[in-house]
């Protein structure tokens, strides 16, 4: 099998040399060359044609944005960009992502002291589901942990078999790559009196109040980073904060947030498995999953135990997903309901509440 072509894209020579080292480390992929500017790096698109491309969001002569608006009208191609941890740098990369960026990583920390061998993992998992990633032409213009186990949400909490009985409805969700662009197109299209609802999407910390506050702004719904003890109150959506997992909790009469610090789960902290058990554990038949596009199989136990528990679940489909990974393996362990297209999810969704005759739920 021939191996995923890498060009890089960074003016740090310190940083294209670690990514150099980090790559060609891998057996299924290989460096075709390093460029210092976007002047350089159009050059050799045309001279390499390499199959991925990773972007530093900030660089001379032409901005990593430019660079890639341009890049995806004439020669689209997948694009993981390199991001500062900065306000700035976060909302330019998801501006980056609105326009075709496949998926995003902050640079990494140069302490030696705590190891690669986390961010190693990172930067090639992206860089495999970028080649495999659905690319469409742009949008008009407007650290040292070591490697984490593969732990199952066991390694967070219990499984319980009689969740408490509620009438409350929650729409519980979880994406991965491709997710911060389908998120946005999912509750952008919801009323401001749908169901509470409770979001794990795999993102550094330094990105995800940026991200709330992001589809706050664009949303008919409420959007805020999750607290712990935020109560779940309908027209409200609660991001996953990138250093924790996300938990629904009974409080009394009332659904709440809570934050966890417990390991990682499919290495990943928030993990959409830990929110998804958390939610068959209590609401159980109250609950109406979704997952979106997204590599690996995080979500897909937790899926299938809120389906047991009384959850009618839905996933995205194969033809809009960026990466066909975390739905795929959803579907194959049986806990999906129904497969929908990205822009039809969430009329479907409303569509299905409005059949349960609790509230009269605007479509």
Avoid: W
Avoid at 178 to 185: Q, R, S, Y
Avoid at 189 to 204: E, S
Wanted: glycine content about 8%; proline content about 7%.
């Amino acid at each position: 099998m021939a191996k995923i072509k890498v060009l890089i894209v960074d003016d740090s020579a310190l940083i294209r040399n670690l990514l150099k080292e980090i790559i060609n480390s891998q057996p299924d992929m290989e460096v075709a060359g390093a460029a210092p500017d976007p002047l350089v790096a159009r050059e050799l698109i045309k001279q390499l044609n390499p199959d991925v491309l990773t972007l530093d969001v900030e660089m001379p002569k032409m901005d990593g944005l430019n660079f890639l608006e341009k890049l995806m009208r004439l020669r689209p191609m997948p694009v993981v960009m390199i991001s500062s941890l900065t306000e700035r740098g976060s909302d330019i990369t998801f501006r980056a992502l609105e326009l075709g960026a496949v998926d995003f990583l902050t640079k990494p920390k140069m302490d030696i002291s705590h190891g690669l061998e986390g961010y190693s993992d990172d930067i090639t998992d992206k860089i495999r589901a970028a080649s495999r990633a659905k690319i469409r032409k742009a949008a008009p213009a407007a650290h040292g942990a070591m490697i984490a186990p593969r732990l199952s949400a066991d390694a967070v909490l219990p499984s319980l078999s009689n969740p408490i009985a509620s009438t409350e409805k929650l729409i519980i969700l979880g994406a991965s790559t491709g997710g911060t662009e389908a998120i946005k197109e999912f509750l952008i299209k919801l009323p401001p009196d749908c169901p509470g609802i409770l979001i794990a999407q795999h993102m550094p910390e330094a990105f995800t109040l940026s991200f709330a506050n992001r589809l706050d702004s664009l949303c008919k719904i409420s959007v805020k980073e999750a607290q712990n003890g935020d109560r779940v109150l309908p027209g409200h959506a609660y991001i996953a904060p990138g250093h924790s997992h996300l938990l629904l909790k009974r409080s009394g009469a009332n659904y709440v947030c809570e934050l966890n610090q417990g390991p990682p789960v499919n290495r990943h902290r928030p993990s959409v498995d830990v929110l998804f058990r958390s939610a068959a554990n209590c609401a159980g038949k109250n609950v109406i999953g979704v997952i979106l596009t997204g590599m690996g199989k995080d979500g897909a136990a937790g899926m299938l135990e809120m389906k047991r528990a009384g959850a009618y679940n839905f996933a995205q489909d194969e033809a809009s997903c960026v990466v066909f990974g975390m739905p795929k393996e959803a579907i194959a362990a049986g806990g999906v309901d129904e497969v929908v297209p990205l822009q039809e999810m969430a009329p479907r969704v409303m569509k299905y509440l409005a059949t349960l005759g609790t509230r009269a739920f605007r479509v």
